[in-house]
């Protein structure tokens, strides 16, 4: 008699949270909502800028996820987050989103501390992930298989290495995969035969990006276009941003927002103001 | 020449003990590892404090508040069905073709690997009935994922209560679910018990499938359309970005601390079980 | 309450339980709805052989070839299987036969809670700890075919030992009994007698250890590098079924996530023919 009272009180309370939970609790914590998702390499960055922002609006809950730019374009257009971010370029099919450039972000090579490469020229880039080469000996090291790693198929930072340094080469199906710039900077960080890119945002000292056709990565040379691996930081939404969601875009385009870009390393596209 | 058999009894006596204390070993040292790593950032502060910095710094308190929504989802959901098919099975049928298939749909679920629950939690909770990332697509995935674990083994346990009690019981006038629910389920209980610590475990330690279905959102999740992290998730991602070790360590401490506590219980509980009735 | 009510709510309540018992029907026939729905479109599309024997996956370029992650999904199962279950058979036969009421009292627990450590703990301990070994010690980058058999030789250990465990005392005591009585050992009762007796058991036992390292995940991204060739060595990167899966689910779109589905599928069928072949060994040594 208890155990079916209470399993019928379990449907009703079940059913009575499944139909209110959204609504209830929005209205309960009375918060300005915003979801974003997409890019693993805009992800860390808006993560940042989310927190300064909550401390500035804190009426405001700002959700970041991660998951890759086409899942950020996809949930963007079926409008299940409110802004996707992506860090490739649209596809002419992706076109009927509003971007909003929020920066631009260098890819850079990088290889284990300890490695005395320290330049390549881009078509040796291009060799290493075609598979051409494989021996650090061909790059003037020691006599030791290159331990190469990319990312996955579908990733914004994939696909603009290919676009910028591949071109119409295929990346070698025998070289690592790894699914995030962090666990590239991983993989890399720990193994000194290892190379990887990844975001120029992301590098710090536990890895070394080299120069490419002798240009040093820096913010200055994407700036004066000299290092040539550039991808812009693409915000999306479904048409005009509206409500929470312009907001928190504003912010992010504002000064103090594009301030904090330029910290982590990425080049503001808005310093003028 | 012709090895004395008791020498040979004797060695293979000792290589077998040696696996066993081995394996053990394997156990002792993972825990002895996450122990020493991990204690030293491991404090009530680092529960009960907010990430910052991507969990760079700070502590992990949103994700141990998701762990618990997602865990107390979703045995609220699977206890009810699990023990009611389990009362189905043993007190309200005879084995037949129907059972069989029964039997056959649990077996089969309970070999479903976890990323398998993964890509239908998100194809359909999250995509297909519009959820999104949500702790209720999470909860919802994971009920289906512990529902075989709470099925077999309350099965189990209502089987092992003595058939004189239901018969004094029936004999008394009382009808079968008076019996069920005043005489077999009190009996069972411990053995229930010890199903829901298991599934707990299972579901604190799962990532594969909670991360395509209730996503990694850092935030602390305040309703159950928003996205969280489980303790799991949280420390797959500080490990697997590099994101800060000593985070990963300390996360991973609380992570097998509370699993292995948990796990112990459920033998505790079992063999109270198995002493009651053996 | 009158004798009617009565009956009328016994079966209302057989009614709900019955619904209960058919849940677990409703999940399993959800499942295999979503995963075919979305997985087999692209078997037509794209052909059944050029997904399943195709040797280059490269979904956003029109390519879905699994072959070389069907093939890695067995050969990191079979290394798995070459490293744990000698190991998990020891320890089966030990507590079975061996080990006095004591011991046993710590050792079957103990064992069992390494079933209870999150895989995502194990991939992590493979990448601090054997990642770094093997490429200092043996050669390669350490993420391997290697790294990647010894995490799920140890993961599939609990399986393999309970099972076995219980197909060992399953066995009746007469056997041994018997055995011993005729003057013989220990170990010639156990090797001659009791695990012959038990042997189907044990198949099982290694066919679902099989099932748990086909279809374990997280472990496996950390520590097998996730390479799209075949590996010809065992230092080698590989990618299996299920890391395919989940280091692109959460990216892909259109056609590219359909092939993420149709490797599920791939991967569900493999998992149905090994736990139903683990059911059959299983069944026949009951009936025996």
Same mark, same amino acid.
């Given at each position: 008699?208890?155990?079916?009272?209470?399993?019928?009180?379990?449907?009703?309370?079940?059913?009575?949270?499944?139909?209110?939970?959204?609504?209830?609790?929005?209205?309960?914590?009375?918060?300005?909502?915003?979801?974003?998702?997409?890019?693993?390499?805009?992800?860390?960055?808006?993560?940042?800028?989310?927190?300064?922002?909550?401390?500035?609006?804190?009426?405001?809950?700002?959700?970041?996820?991660?998951?890759?730019?086409?899942?950020?374009?996809?949930?963007?257009?079926?409008?299940?987050?409110?802004?996707?971010?992506?860090?490739?370029?649209?596809?002419?099919?992706?076109?009927?989103?509003?971007?909003?450039?929020?920066?631009?972000?260098?890819?850079?090579?990088?290889?284990?501390?300890?490695?005395?490469?320290?330049?390549?020229?881009?078509?040796?880039?291009?060799?290493?992930?075609?598979?051409?080469?494989?021996?650090?000996?061909?790059?003037?090291?020691?006599?030791?298989?290159?331990?190469?790693?990319?990312?996955?198929?579908?990733?914004?930072?994939?696909?603009?290495?290919?676009?910028?340094?591949?071109?119409?080469?295929?990346?070698?199906?025998?070289?690592?995969?790894?699914?995030?710039?962090?666990?590239?900077?991983?993989?890399?960080?720990?193994?000194?035969?290892?190379?990887?890119?990844?975001?120029?945002?992301?590098?710090?000292?536990?890895?070394?990006?080299?120069?490419?056709?002798?240009?040093?990565?820096?913010? /200055?040379?994407?700036?004066?276009?000299?290092?040539?691996?550039?991808?812009?930081?693409?915000?999306?939404?479904?048409?005009?941003?509206?409500? /929470?969601?312009?907001?928190?875009?504003?912010?992010?385009?504002?000064?103090?927002?594009?301030?904090?870009?330029?910290?982590?390393?990425?080049?503001?596209?808005?310093?003028?103001? | 020449?012709?090895?004395?058999?008791?020498?040979?009894?004797?060695?293979?006596?000792?290589?077998?003990?040696?696996?066993?204390?081995?394996?053990?070993?394997?156990?002792?040292?993972?825990?002895?590892?996450?122990?020493?790593?991990?204690?030293?950032?491991?404090?009530?502060?680092?529960?009960?404090?907010?990430?910052?910095?991507?969990?760079?710094?700070?502590?992990?308190?949103?994700?141990?508040?998701?762990?618990?929504?997602?865990?107390?989802?979703?045995?609220?959901?699977?206890?009810?069905?699990?023990?009611?098919?389990?009362?189905?099975?043993?007190?309200?049928?005879?084995?037949?073709?129907?059972?069989?298939?029964?039997?056959?749909?649990?077996?089969?679920?309970?070999?479903?690997?976890?990323?398998?629950?993964?890509?239908?939690?998100?194809?359909?909770?999250?995509?297909?009935?519009?959820?999104?990332?949500?702790?209720?697509?999470?909860?919802?995935?994971?009920?289906?994922?512990?529902?075989?674990?709470?099925?077999?083994?309350?099965?189990?346990?209502?089987?092992?209560?003595?058939?004189?009690?239901?018969?004094?019981?029936?004999?008394?006038?009382?009808?079968?679910?008076?019996?069920?629910?005043?005489?077999?389920?009190?009996?069972?209980?411990?053995?229930?018990?010890?199903?829901?610590?298991?599934?707990?475990?299972?579901?604190?330690?799962?990532?594969?499938?909670?991360?395509?279905?209730?996503?990694?959102?850092?935030?602390?999740?305040?309703?159950?359309?928003?996205?969280?992290?489980?303790?799991?998730?949280?420390?797959?991602?500080?490990?697997?970005?590099?994101?800060?070790?000593?985070?990963?360590?300390?996360?991973?401490?609380?992570?097998?601390?509370?699993?292995?506590?948990?796990?112990?219980?459920?033998?505790?509980?079992?063999?109270?079980?198995?002493?009651?009735?053996? | 309450?009158?004798? =009617?009510?009565?009956?009328?709510?016994?079966?209302?309540?057989?009614?709900?339980?019955?619904?209960?018992?058919?849940?677990?029907?409703?999940?399993?026939?959800?499942?295999?709805?979503?995963?075919?729905?979305?997985?087999?479109?692209?078997?037509?599309?794209?052909?059944?052989?050029?997904?399943?024997?195709?040797?280059?996956?490269?979904?956003?370029?029109?390519?879905?070839?699994?072959?070389?992650?069907?093939?890695?999904?067995?050969?990191?199962?079979?290394?798995?299987?070459?490293?744990?279950?000698?190991?998990?058979?020891?320890?089966?036969?030990?507590?079975?036969?061996?080990?006095? %009421?004591?011991?046993?009292?710590?050792?079957?627990?103990?064992?069992?809670?390494?079933?209870?450590?999150?895989?995502?703990?194990?991939?992590?301990?493979?990448?601090?700890?054997?990642?770094?070994?093997?490429?200092?010690?043996?050669?390669?980058?350490?993420?391997?075919?290697?790294?990647?058999?010894?995490?799920?030789?140890?993961?599939?250990?609990?399986?393999?030992?309970?099972? =076995?465990?219980?197909?060992?005392?399953?066995?009746? %005591?007469?056997?041994?009994?018997?055995?011993?009585?005729?003057?013989?050992?220990?170990?010639?009762?156990?090797?001659?007698?009791?695990?012959?007796?038990?042997? =189907?058991?044990?198949?099982?036992?290694?066919?679902?250890?099989?099932?748990?390292?086909?279809?374990?995940?997280?472990?496996?991204?950390?520590?097998?590098?996730?390479?799209?060739?075949?590996?010809?060595?065992?230092?080698?990167?590989?990618?299996?079924?299920?890391?395919?899966?989940?280091?692109?689910? =959460?990216?892909?779109?259109?056609?590219?996530?359909?092939?993420?589905?149709?490797?599920?599928?791939?991967?569900?069928?493999?998992?149905?023919?090994?736990?139903?072949?683990?059911?059959?060994?299983?069944?026949?040594?009951?009936?025996?």
């Amino acid at each position: 008699m208890s155990i079916c009272r209470a399993l019928l009180l379990t449907v009703m309370v079940l059913g009575a949270i499944g139909c209110g939970g959204d609504s209830t609790s929005k209205a309960i914590y009375n918060k300005h909502i915003v979801n974003i998702a997409g890019s693993t390499s805009v992800m860390p960055f808006t993560e940042k800028l989310a927190e300064h922002f909550m401390v500035e609006q804190p009426t405001f809950r700002v959700n970041v996820q991660s998951g890759g730019s086409t899942a950020g374009i996809q949930a963007c257009m079926n409008k299940t987050v409110d802004i996707g971010m992506s860090s490739r370029e649209l596809k002419p099919d992706e076109k009927t989103l509003q971007e909003i450039t929020i920066c631009l972000d260098g890819i850079a090579i990088v290889v284990h501390p300890d490695n005395p490469v320290t330049s390549l020229k881009l078509s040796q880039v291009r060799d290493i992930f075609s598979g051409k080469i494989k021996n650090w000996k061909e790059l003037g090291w020691l006599d030791r298989r290159i331990d190469a790693v990319t990312r996955e198929e579908g990733s914004g930072t994939r696909g603009a290495f290919e676009e910028l340094v591949m071109h119409k080469d295929f990346i070698d199906d025998g070289i690592m995969v790894q699914d995030s710039n962090g666990s590239v900077k991983e993989v890399v960080a720990t193994d000194p035969y290892a190379v990887g890119y990844l975001s120029l945002g992301m590098v710090d000292t536990r890895v070394s990006a080299v120069n490419i056709d002798d240009v040093k990565p820096t913010a /200055d040379a994407i700036k004066k276009k000299q290092y040539k691996i550039v991808r812009p930081f693409l915000y999306l939404t479904m048409g005009t941003p509206t409500g /929470d969601a312009t907001t928190f875009i504003n912010y992010v385009l504002s000064k103090d927002g594009q301030l904090i870009l330029k910290k982590e390393g990425l080049i503001p596209v808005n310093e003028s103001k | 020449m012709r090895i004395n058999p008791r020498l040979i009894d004797k060695l293979v006596s000792r290589t077998l003990s040696m696996q066993a204390y081995f394996t053990v070993g394997i156990l002792v040292i993972i825990v002895f590892i996450i122990f020493v790593k991990g204690i030293s950032n491991c404090g009530l502060s680092f529960m009960l404090t907010y990430p910052e910095d991507m969990g760079r710094h700070g502590g992990i308190f949103p994700a141990i508040i998701g762990t618990l929504f997602l865990v107390a989802l979703s045995i609220l959901f699977a206890t009810p069905l699990g023990i009611g098919t389990a009362i189905y099975l043993t007190e309200y049928t005879k084995e037949s073709r129907f059972t069989s298939i029964i039997r056959f749909g649990v077996e089969s679920l309970a070999g479903i690997p976890s990323i398998i629950y993964g890509l239908f939690g998100f194809i359909f909770f999250v995509i297909k009935l519009g959820m999104g990332w949500s702790l209720l697509a999470g909860a919802f995935t994971m009920t289906i994922m512990i529902l075989p674990t709470i099925i077999r083994t309350s099965e189990e346990a209502i089987k092992a209560v003595p058939k004189n009690l239901r018969i004094v019981s029936h004999s008394l006038g009382a009808t079968k679910w008076e019996t069920t629910v005043k005489v077999v389920l009190p009996s069972a209980a411990p053995g229930i018990l010890t199903g829901i610590m298991l599934s707990i475990g299972r579901a604190v330690g799962e990532t594969a499938a909670v991360i395509f279905t209730m996503g990694s959102s850092l935030r602390l999740p305040t309703s159950l359309m928003d996205s969280g992290r489980t303790m799991a998730v949280h420390f797959y991602i500080l490990a697997r970005e590099g994101i800060s070790m000593e985070k990963a360590y300390a996360t991973a401490l609380v992570l097998v601390v509370s699993i292995l506590a948990i796990n112990i219980l459920a033998y505790y509980t079992m063999n109270k079980v198995t002493s009651k009735y053996s | 309450m009158s004798p =009617s009510k009565a009956v009328l709510k016994e079966r209302i309540i057989k009614q709900i339980l019955t619904a209960c018992a058919f849940s677990s029907l409703l999940f399993l026939f959800l499942i295999f709805a979503f995963i075919l729905v979305e997985g087999l479109p692209l078997f037509y599309k794209v052909g059944v052989k050029n997904i399943v024997f195709g040797m280059k996956w490269a979904p956003t370029k029109g390519l879905f070839g699994i072959f070389p992650m069907i093939v890695s999904s067995f050969l990191v199962t079979f290394g798995a299987l070459f490293i744990g279950a000698p190991l998990g058979l020891g320890c089966a036969i030990y507590l079975a036969e061996y080990a006095g %009421r004591q011991q046993k009292l710590f050792l079957k627990p103990a064992l069992e809670l390494l079933a209870g450590i999150p895989s995502v703990v194990y991939g992590f301990l493979g990448v601090i700890y054997i990642v770094p070994f093997i490429r200092q010690f043996i050669g390669g980058s350490g993420f391997s075919l290697l790294a990647t058999s010894i995490v799920l030789g140890i993961m599939i250990l609990p399986t393999i030992i309970s099972i =076995s465990y219980d197909a060992l005392t399953s066995v009746p %005591r007469s056997y041994r009994e018997g055995a011993l009585a005729m003057g013989s050992t220990q170990w010639q009762s156990t090797s001659r007698v009791v695990i012959p007796a038990a042997k =189907s058991g044990i198949l099982a036992s290694c066919i679902l250890g099989m099932g748990r390292a086909v279809g374990e995940t997280m472990a496996v991204i950390m520590v097998a590098g996730n390479a799209l060739k075949i590996p010809t060595d065992m230092l080698d990167p590989l990618r299996t079924l299920t890391s395919n899966i989940a280091l692109e689910l =959460s990216y892909a779109s259109g056609d590219h996530r359909m092939g993420l589905f149709s490797t599920g599928v791939v991967l569900l069928s493999i998992i149905m023919v090994l736990n139903y072949l683990a059911n059959f060994v299983i069944r026949r040594t009951v009936i025996k």
